[in-house]
């Protein structure tokens, strides 16, 4: 089969097992897969408009059997307004330096990787990870990813891992320095981010799954304007 795929069409999509949810305690989730062999930055540029996600070589979305609660997140470029509150995080940031780095190991990025995850998500199954799990998770064989750091002067506060779609940009993961909390970290890389995706002349920025439910979640809706992946179409939401 050829990988480059005019169309989804004869893209074959794998149901995962059953396995406790990571963002709902006590439910059972699975997810459907794209089938690894066939997929490059292409076809997952195709999925992410159908509410796809990437961790990792694994390129998925949730399929579970009673719950329907995890809705990809998109923000329109420039359609994007920041409120008053991201536009005081945009300038209480402008100290920062960034740079774009390729997606490699980088024993300075796997530390500060290590400490975000023991002090925001411990037991959160990813905070006892190795510099091989690390490295597999960042990116994959095929995806177009880039790293971005940002440093104020010499210090690393925090790490993007963004793909580069055909459309878009998709925000993997963004781990910070934890002991920078005033600095509003997270929601700033996402403001780089629609910022570096309006100077590249992309459409959107992916933020990966809403849930409702989730506290830790609740940043991403206050972008705004944004859409939302429901029962096969984009919803959006002003």
Avoid at 85 to 108: G, I, Y
Avoid at 123 to 152: K, Q
Avoid at 210 to 219: H, P
Wanted: include cysteine; charged fraction near 25%; charge should be positive.
């Amino acid at each position: 089969m050829n990988a480059r795929l005019d169309s989804l069409h004869s893209l074959r999509l794998l149901l995962s097992a059953e396995h406790d949810c990571s963002y709902l305690p006590g439910r059972p989730a699975r997810h459907l897969v794209a089938d690894p062999l066939v997929v490059d930055n292409q076809v997952y540029s195709q999925l992410a408009t159908l509410g796809f996600r990437r961790s990792g070589d694994r390129v998925y979305r949730p399929h579970c059997r009673s719950c329907k609660a995890c809705l990809s997140l998109r923000i329109p470029v420039r359609a994007f307004q920041p409120n008053r509150s991201q536009r005081r995080t945009w300038n209480r940031n402008q100290d920062l330096r960034v740079q774009r780095l390729k997606p490699v190991f980088d024993f300075e990025h796997y530390q500060l990787f290590s400490r975000y995850l023991q002090a925001r998500h411990p037991g959160g199954g990813m905070d006892d990870s190795s510099p091989e799990s690390y490295l597999s998770f960042i990116s994959a064989g095929w995806s177009n990813t880039v790293l971005y750091e940002f440093r104020r002067a010499t210090r690393l506060l925090a790490v993007a891992i963004v793909d580069r779609l055909d459309n878009g940009l998709s925000a993997v993961y963004t781990f910070f320095d934890p002991a920078e909390a005033a600095r509003s970290l997270g929601t700033y890389t996402i403001l780089w981010q629609l910022a570096e995706a309006r100077r590249l002349g992309l459409e959107w920025v992916y933020l990966g799954y809403w849930v409702q439910e989730c506290r830790k979640m609740a940043y991403k809706v206050k972008f705004r304007p944004h859409q939302v992946f429901v029962e096969g179409r984009w919803i959006e939401v002003g």
